[in-house]
Protein backbone atom coordinates (compact mmCIF):
# COMPACT_ATOMS: atom_id res chain seq x y z
CA UNK A 1 0.00 0.00 0.00
CA UNK A 2 3.07 2.39 0.72
CA UNK A 3 4.26 2.24 -2.80
CA UNK A 4 0.31 2.87 -4.30
CA UNK A 5 0.28 6.09 -1.66
CA UNK A 6 3.42 7.21 -2.78
CA UNK A 7 2.30 6.70 -6.80
CA UNK A 8 -0.68 8.80 -5.98
CA UNK A 9 1.59 11.72 -4.38
CA UNK A 10 3.41 11.82 -7.32
CA UNK A 11 0.65 11.91 -9.73
CA UNK A 12 -0.72 14.71 -7.66
CA UNK A 13 2.06 16.88 -7.71
CA UNK A 14 2.56 16.49 -10.99
CA UNK A 15 1.00 19.68 -12.16
CA UNK A 16 2.59 22.01 -9.66
CA UNK A 17 6.57 20.50 -10.62
CA UNK A 18 5.88 21.01 -14.08
CA UNK A 19 4.18 24.58 -14.11
CA UNK A 20 7.20 25.21 -11.41
CA UNK A 21 9.82 23.73 -13.88
CA UNK A 22 8.37 25.71 -16.84
CA UNK A 23 8.03 29.58 -14.91
CA UNK A 24 11.45 29.12 -13.28
CA UNK A 25 12.66 28.29 -17.26
CA UNK A 26 11.17 31.30 -18.34
CA UNK A 27 11.79 33.31 -15.49
CA UNK A 28 14.34 35.63 -16.56
CA UNK A 29 14.83 39.09 -15.10
CA UNK A 30 11.39 40.29 -14.91
CA UNK A 31 9.47 37.30 -14.29
CA UNK A 32 8.66 35.65 -17.28
CA UNK A 33 5.39 35.34 -19.23
CA UNK A 34 3.62 34.02 -15.54
CA UNK A 35 4.35 38.08 -14.50
CA UNK A 36 2.80 39.79 -17.89
CA UNK A 37 -0.28 37.11 -17.63
CA UNK A 38 -0.83 37.97 -13.47
CA UNK A 39 0.00 41.58 -13.98
CA UNK A 40 -3.72 43.07 -14.62
CA UNK A 41 -5.55 40.65 -12.41
CA UNK A 42 -2.86 41.38 -9.87
CA UNK A 43 -3.66 45.19 -10.49
CA UNK A 44 -6.89 43.98 -10.51
CA UNK A 45 -7.23 42.47 -7.34
CA UNK A 46 -5.23 44.96 -5.63
CA UNK A 47 -7.30 47.89 -6.16
CA UNK A 48 -10.28 45.78 -5.06
CA UNK A 49 -8.39 44.98 -1.63
CA UNK A 50 -7.27 48.64 -1.19
CA UNK A 51 -11.12 49.64 -1.97
CA UNK A 52 -12.52 46.78 0.25
CA UNK A 53 -10.01 48.05 3.55
CA UNK A 54 -9.77 51.32 2.39
CA UNK A 55 -6.21 50.89 2.92
CA UNK A 56 -3.30 51.43 0.53
CA UNK A 57 -1.52 48.13 -0.54
CA UNK A 58 2.22 48.75 -0.54
CA UNK A 59 3.61 48.04 -3.69
CA UNK A 60 4.86 44.33 -4.74
CA UNK A 61 7.09 43.79 -7.78
CA UNK A 62 5.46 40.88 -9.05
CA UNK A 63 8.59 38.79 -10.38
CA UNK A 64 8.94 38.39 -6.31
CA UNK A 65 5.25 37.16 -6.39
CA UNK A 66 6.33 34.73 -9.23
CA UNK A 67 9.66 33.60 -7.66
CA UNK A 68 7.60 32.81 -4.48
CA UNK A 69 5.10 30.68 -6.06
CA UNK A 70 7.75 28.83 -7.71
CA UNK A 71 9.33 28.16 -4.62
CA UNK A 72 5.81 27.28 -2.79
CA UNK A 73 4.98 24.89 -5.85
CA UNK A 74 8.77 23.30 -5.88
CA UNK A 75 9.38 22.68 -2.25
CA UNK A 76 5.83 21.97 -1.56
CA UNK A 77 5.60 19.45 -4.04
CA UNK A 78 9.14 17.29 -3.38
CA UNK A 79 8.43 17.65 0.54
CA UNK A 80 4.50 16.47 -0.31
CA UNK A 81 6.06 13.51 -2.57
CA UNK A 82 7.86 12.61 0.98
CA UNK A 83 4.57 12.37 2.55
CA UNK A 84 5.60 15.46 4.84
CA UNK A 85 2.53 17.60 5.99
CA UNK A 86 4.90 20.63 5.63
CA UNK A 87 4.69 20.07 1.89
CA UNK A 88 0.78 19.85 1.94
CA UNK A 89 0.59 22.83 4.02
CA UNK A 90 2.87 24.82 1.31
CA UNK A 91 0.99 23.62 -1.44
CA UNK A 92 -1.85 24.53 0.37
CA UNK A 93 -0.69 28.07 1.32
CA UNK A 94 0.16 28.72 -2.69
CA UNK A 95 -3.31 27.70 -3.63
CA UNK A 96 -5.19 29.53 -0.95
CA UNK A 97 -2.96 32.74 -2.24
CA UNK A 98 -3.35 32.85 -5.91
CA UNK A 99 -6.41 30.87 -6.71
CA UNK A 100 -9.05 33.72 -6.06
CA UNK A 101 -6.67 36.20 -7.53
CA UNK A 102 -5.90 34.25 -11.06
CA UNK A 103 -9.40 32.54 -11.80
CA UNK A 104 -11.40 35.78 -10.97
CA UNK A 105 -14.70 34.83 -12.34
CA UNK A 106 -16.51 37.15 -9.96
CA UNK A 107 -15.38 40.11 -11.87
CA UNK A 108 -16.58 38.69 -15.14
CA UNK A 109 -20.90 38.48 -16.07
CA UNK A 110 -22.37 35.40 -15.44
CA UNK A 111 -23.30 35.12 -18.93
CA UNK A 112 -19.84 35.73 -20.53
CA UNK A 113 -18.08 32.36 -21.69
CA UNK A 114 -15.15 33.76 -19.26
CA UNK A 115 -16.63 33.65 -16.13
CA UNK A 116 -17.70 29.84 -16.92
CA UNK A 117 -14.28 29.24 -18.29
CA UNK A 118 -12.37 30.88 -14.82
CA UNK A 119 -15.46 29.44 -12.51
CA UNK A 120 -14.57 25.55 -13.42
CA UNK A 121 -10.76 26.08 -13.04
CA UNK A 122 -11.45 27.97 -9.64
CA UNK A 123 -13.57 24.90 -8.71
CA UNK A 124 -10.94 22.69 -9.81
CA UNK A 125 -8.29 24.68 -7.60
CA UNK A 126 -10.93 23.95 -4.29
CA UNK A 127 -10.88 20.76 -5.21
CA UNK A 128 -6.67 20.48 -4.94
CA UNK A 129 -7.60 22.34 -1.68
CA UNK A 130 -10.30 19.55 -0.27
CA UNK A 131 -7.72 16.96 -1.36
CA UNK A 132 -4.83 19.05 0.87
CA UNK A 133 -7.05 19.16 3.53
CA UNK A 134 -8.17 15.39 3.24
CA UNK A 135 -4.45 14.17 3.08
CA UNK A 136 -3.70 16.46 6.34
CA UNK A 137 -6.35 15.09 8.26
CA UNK A 138 -5.74 11.49 7.20
CA UNK A 139 -2.20 11.72 8.00
CA UNK A 140 -3.20 13.81 11.69
CA UNK A 141 -5.78 10.75 12.40
CA UNK A 142 -3.89 7.83 11.77
CA UNK A 143 -1.69 7.25 15.02
CA UNK A 144 2.18 6.36 13.06
CA UNK A 145 3.08 2.83 14.21
CA UNK A 146 5.02 1.81 16.94
CA UNK A 147 7.32 -1.47 17.04
CA UNK A 148 5.95 -4.51 18.94
CA UNK A 149 6.99 -4.92 22.60
CA UNK A 150 7.99 -8.05 23.48
CA UNK A 151 6.22 -9.16 26.87
CA UNK A 152 8.47 -9.90 28.96
CA UNK A 153 8.25 -13.77 30.05
CA UNK A 154 8.31 -14.92 33.33
CA UNK A 155 11.02 -17.03 34.20
CA UNK A 156 10.10 -20.62 35.99
CA UNK A 157 12.99 -22.51 38.00
Do not use: C, W
Not at 19 to 44: C, H, I, M
Not at 131 to 143: D, E, Q, R, V
Amino acid sequence: MGFVSFVGRVLFVAAFLLSAYQEFNEFGTDGGPAAKALQPKFNVFVKNISAQLGVAVPHIELKHVIAATIGLKGLGSLLFILSSSLGAYLLLFYLALITPIIHDFYNYDMEKAEFAQLFGKFTQDVALIGALLFFLGMKNSIPKRQGKKKAAKAKTN
